[in-house]
């Protein structure tokens, strides 16, 4: 059956998203621009009319996941087509930016390949599709928010009690080792009035938790409502207002556009949660030069200091490479002793992947990849130690917990600490339902989740 031939509203779209916060949003935001095209959100692969693969290039393995996802596709596409059903392939996200027509030189069945920018097009594209294949990969004039609809309230209901909320993209930063400034562009702060008004929809609907996002999101620089240039604080304030928003988050951020407002925001905000993903990637002046990340180990020392003296109970996380090229073992030993200094509650880390078209793949002394691995299993190592300690410390105390979903057992709801922590609690006392931010004492701790005891079946707020 042709997708001329079936009724608005039969059809079905599959949509994964690999990688960052930004491309589960854009998915969550695809899905609600198909909705309007009569589209239903199915998670199996093999009943969906339309396949969306929102990819991620920050690794070559990334790639290499895509393009193999894309052969298992192509045979449900030809095994859908021997029952007379059409399939769609969609590429979309950094891969499809950065790759473009390639994609469908490697793979001849995607229909259409749609870039981060453009994704508000898809009803017209998949039109197009329809007689031709089709690429699109512009960063088009119109800014793509203006043609998102509203979240829908029953979507966002499914989705969850929290919610990403992108209010930047791109990123000005050109750090040697990443393809963002290429394939998401340069740095574009969302107006304010835009953001709250999605903002207030998502809290309508049931959201408690708003995490707001974007590539280097602290270099947030949107037009207020007062036509002036209002920075990240400012927004978090104001989000701040919103009732039903319990809770707000941001991520993620460069150590150079923490200025004392924000830092001060940890303080005087009690909505912002205590706990702040900083990546540095590396602990060696050397290699943080090198990499063009523009500050040294003891700034990013230094603003971790700040934040704490703002917020003691703050908690950090972060992202590290290891293997960059040049990386001595004296610069990786400053890394851990940077890892040491913080001891931060969760670890992000990776072995360099040189990536086309950043200015470090062409560098000599690529690190030898044996030593890469020794690297990344040591440094996990040492995180892991920290991570549980954290974790070890919260054993005896008292703290409050958004319920977020069913928890691993019947009868159990499991929520997230301030620092993001999953809490397993029994919730067959009842009263307590997900939303509720409710008080608890921890009892125990597992490799992944702590135990806690509800206080009381009463909400917080
Ligand atoms: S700041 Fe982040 S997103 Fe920007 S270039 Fe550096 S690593 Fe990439």
Request: a neutral charge; proline letters at 5%.
């Amino acid at each position: 059956m042709r997708d001329q031939d079936m009724d608005h509203g039969d059809r079905k779209v599959f949509i994964k998203s690999y990688g960052c916060q930004m491309n589960v949003y854009d998915g969550q935001r695809m899905a609600d621009v198909l909705a309007g095209q009569g589209y239903a959100e199915t998670t199996r692969q093999e009943e969906a009319d339309l396949v969306i693969l929102n990819t991620c290039h920050i690794r070559e393995k990334a790639v290499d996941k895509v393009y193999s996802e894309l052969g298992r596709v192509r045979e449900i596409k030809d095994a859908r087509a021997g029952e007379g059903k059409s399939t769609r392939i969609v590429v979309a996200g950094c891969v499809a930016q950065a790759e473009g027509a390639e994609i469908q030189r490697r793979q001849t069945a995607v229909d259409l390949v749609v870039g981060p920018q453009s994704y508000h097009r898809l009803p017209e594209l998949l039109e197009r599709s329809a007689r031709r294949r089709v690429v699109d990969t512009e960063f088009p004039v119109e800014d793509k928010f203006g043609f998102l609809p509203a979240p829908d309230r029953a979507r966002t209901l499914a989705r969850g009690v929290t919610a990403f909320l992108t209010v930047q993209e791109g990123c000005d930063k050109f750090c040697a080792f990443c393809v963002v400034p290429y394939t998401r562009g340069a740095e574009m702060s969302r107006p304010v009035a835009r953001i709250v008004a999605e903002a207030e929809a998502l809290a309508a609907a049931g959201v408690r938790e708003l995490t707001v996002i974007g590539q280097n999101v602290n270099a947030y620089h949107g037009e207020g409502p007062d036509g002036r240039v209002w920075p990240l604080w400012r927004l978090l304030a104001r989000l701040a207002e919103i009732p039903g928003v319990a809770r707000l988050r941001y991520t993620t951020s460069h150590p150079n556009d923490m200025d004392r407002e924000l830092i001060a925001a940890h303080r005087d905000l009690p909505q912002l949660m205590p706990y702040l993903h900083l990546p540095v990637q590396s602990g060696s002046d050397r290699v943080l030069a090198a990499m063009n990340r523009r500050h040294d180990a003891r700034a990013y020392l230094d603003i971790v200091a700040a934040v704490k003296a703002a917020r003691p109970d703050i908690a950090l996380s972060s992202d590290f490479i290891v293997g960059f090229p040049g990386e001595t073992d004296a610069d990786f030993e400053a890394t851990m002793d940077l890892i040491d200094a913080v001891r931060f509650a969760s670890v992000y880390s990776f072995k360099y992947s040189p990536r086309p078209g950043t200015p470090a793949a062409d560098a000599a002394a690529q690190v030898p990849e044996p030593v890469k691995t020794e690297r990344l299993l040591a440094l996990q190592a040492r995180v892991e130690e920290h991570r549980q300690a954290f974790n070890a410390a919260m054993v005896g105390r008292r703290t409050e917990i958004l319920l977020e979903r069913k928890g691993r057992h019947d009868g159990q709801l499991a929520g997230k600490t301030p620092w993001l922590q999953t809490v397993q609690v029994d919730a067959s006392a009842g009263g307590c339902r997900i939303g509720d931010i409710v008080p608890v004492d921890i009892v125990g701790q597992s490799t992944n989740s702590l135990f806690g005891r509800i206080d009381s079946v009463k909400a917080v707020a």
